[in-house]
């Protein structure tokens, strides 16, 4: 996910281990000095200092940038900004400092050059937290070759797409599951439909379904009743994203030198998420040392991980615990985006209902097969990430000399990708203001145009999973209800810690048997 910070520290003071040597070899070797002098010498590229934009007061930048409520309209800025200087400026908040990108050619240049070890931001809440209790980074916040080792033996446990076979029926139970309870809802409701801001029953379905496939085990999240133990799961995961925004803006060090509540809450939630993934792991090893137990069913990637032993289990617990808590906001988001717009254009909400009846048919049944049969449903999803991205951008920390819209970017500059921006460019897109999923059935060019979980690798680890969730979850929608929405109540998107809706959105759910 994209996170936003305004006090950092130069580039180099991030670097860590085998990056600090790159970023050293790169930056400051005299060999990079007489490449940066050859590349700024050339008459058709022009010096970064050039590059258009405000980076050269960054106190009063970011006084401004208060005053335009900067901090919960990030996306609305940088549009602002692109449409000023054109598809490259340069920008300093406080001591926060970018390039930023809008065109995919750009990207193209940018993610080509990323280097063996890939360094984006991170989340320092986190990375705090992670110090303060001396507990591993997981592969989110990992950099150089220790991220590179991990990243290597999760990419065949989760990304890897001989992994759905395990992941499809347990996202499908869920979904079945939670289908059901909106059923049970509706039922209590009089029997022909219900109105309501489907927020947090999303979240539930988003943990319940992420649960599920990393950790073997059902929270019991769609039953009317919670386990005391899974609610307070929720309650420290709930807690734990209200506390990291505040932080992105104040330096977590700060506010523990002065005992902020903020910081003692933030603790306390990601000591109760880290105590959730030691009983999980308990469990699991209970069920492995069990010998009466069933080797059939799937035992989730936590179990997975530790019977393949090559990751300490310290690790194993950090990785997993960070795919959780990065999967379930981001998910359920997103799948409140796209039943928005679905209920926005009925017509479409019918040419996808009749796609995927169709491929009901033609796969017999069979979700897998199911999944490669929906292209108008995948650009679906494709067309939510674009209008409503869950993270403002993509960042790279630039590993070599690169020369973008003509302009010298050195070594260990960060450079920034606006999805947002770029999602509603008349230049990149042709109507973008419209929700046209066809338009990623079209032939025309999808030249790094769509980037919603990353590129490269260090793109999204969780990406497999939760295409499969959300695919599976619309799936089931779109075979049980008709969803409407209350007429000329539009909603806009606001920046709290990824884009979120700026107001509740109350949509009408009709059983389809009963849907007039």
């Known amino acids: 996910m994209a996170r936003w910070t305004l006090c950092r520290r130069s580039v180099l003071l991030h670097l860590s281990g085998s990056e600090s040597r790159l970023a050293l070899r790169f930056s400051?070797?005299?060999?990079?000095?007489?490449?940066?002098?050859?590349?700024?010498s050339s008459g058709s590229v022009k010096p970064f200092s050039e590059i258009p934009g405000q980076w050269k007061n960054g106190v009063v930048n970011l006084y401004n940038f208060w005053k335009l409520d900067g901090f919960r309209n990030i996306h609305r800025v940088m549009v602002r900004n692109f449409n000023a200087f054109g598809p490259i400026y340069r920008e300093k908040i406080g001591y926060y400092e970018s390039v930023n990108i809008i065109n995919p050619e750009d990207a193209a240049v940018l993610f080509k050059a990323e280097g063996h070890?890939?360094?984006?931001?991170?989340?320092?809440?986190?990375?705090?937290?992670?110090?303060?209790?001396?507990?591993k980074y997981g592969v989110l916040l990992k950099n150089g070759e220790d991220w590179r080792s991990n990243r290597v033996i999760l990419n065949k446990e989760v990304i890897s797409p001989k992994m759905l076979d395990y992941f499809v029926p347990l996202l499908d139970e869920v979904g079945q599951d939670f289908m059901a309870r909106l059923h049970q809802k509706i039922k209590r409701n009089g029997g022909e439909k219900w109105t309501a801001d489907l927020s947090q029953e999303l979240f539930k379905y988003a943990l319940e379904s992420v649960s599920s496939v990393l950790y073997g085990k059902r929270l019991g999240?769609?039953?009317?009743?919670?386990?005391?133990?899974?609610?307070?799961?929720?309650?420290?995961?709930?807690?734990?994203?209200?506390?990291?925004?505040?932080?992105?803006?104040?330096?977590?060090?700060?506010?523990?030198?002065?005992?902020?509540?903020?910081?003692?809450?933030?603790?306390?939630?990601?000591?109760?998420?880290?105590?959730?993934?030691?009983?999980?792991?308990?469990?699991?090893?209970?069920?492995?040392?069990?010998?009466?137990?069933?080797?059939?069913?799937?035992?989730?990637?936590?179990?997975?991980?530790?019977?393949?032993?090559?990751?300490?289990?310290?690790?194993?617990?950090?990785?997993?615990?960070?795919?959780?808590?990065?999967?379930?906001?981001?998910?359920?988001?997103?799948?409140?985006?796209?039943?928005?717009?679905?209920?926005?254009?009925?017509?479409?909400?019918?040419?996808?209902?009749?796609?995927?009846?169709?491929?009901?048919?033609?796969?017999e049944g069979n979700l897998l097969h199911m999944l490669k049969r929906i292209?108008?449903?995948r650009g679906a999803l494709k067309e939510t990430l674009r209008l409503h991205p869950v993270a403002i951008s993509l960042q790279r920390y630039t590993a070599e000399d690169i020369v973008i819209q003509n302009y010298h970017i050195p070594a260990g500059t960060l450079v920034q990708l606006g999805l947002y921006a770029m999602g509603r460019d008349p230049r990149v897109f042709t109507r973008?203001?419209?929700?046209?999923?066809?338009?990623?059935?079209?032939?025309?060019?999808?030249?790094?145009?769509?980037?919603?979980?990353?590129?490269?690798?260090?793109?999204?680890?969780g990406r497999r999973i939760a295409e499969s969730e959300m695919l599976i979850f619309l799936i089931h929608m779109l075979e049980n209800f008709r969803v409407e929405k209350m007429r000329h109540v539009e909603a806009k998107s606001t920046f709290e810690l990824i884009l979120v809706p700026d107001k509740p959105i109350?949509?009408?759910?009709?059983?389809?048997?009963?849907?007039?």
């Open 28 to 40: 400051s070797s005299s060999l990079q000095r007489g490449r940066q002098a050859l590349v700024e």
């Open 221 to 363: 999240l769609m039953m009317d009743y919670a386990d005391p133990e899974a609610q307070h799961f929720i309650d420290c995961i709930t807690l734990m994203f209200k506390t990291t925004s505040p932080m992105l803006y104040i330096p977590p060090a700060v506010l523990r030198r002065i005992g902020a509540k903020v910081w003692r809450d933030h603790v306390e939630a990601w000591d109760g998420i880290f105590q959730h993934a030691d009983s999980c792991i308990q469990n699991i090893y209970r069920q492995l040392q069990d010998e009466n137990r069933s080797t059939k069913k799937y035992p989730g990637v936590m179990a997975r991980l530790l019977l393949l032993d090559k990751l300490s289990i310290e690790d194993i617990k950090a990785s997993v615990t960070e795919l959780m808590a990065g999967g379930v906001d981001t998910t359920s988001i997103t799948l409140q985006w796209t039943l928005y717009e679905l209920a926005r254009h009925p017509s479409l909400q019918e040419e996808l209902r009749a796609e995927v009846a169709a491929a009901r048919a033609e796969s």
């Open 506 to 516: 109350m949509l009408t759910l009709k059983p389809l048997h009963a849907a007039s």
């Open 432 to 461: 973008p203001e419209q929700y046209q999923p066809s338009r990623w059935l079209r032939t025309e060019t999808h030249y790094f145009r769509s980037l919603g979980f990353g590129f490269g690798p260090r793109q999204c680890l």
């Open 117 to 135: 070890y890939p360094k984006r931001l991170n989340v320092e809440a986190w990375t705090a937290y992670r110090d303060y209790r001396n507990r």
């Open 375 to 377: 292209p108008l449903l």
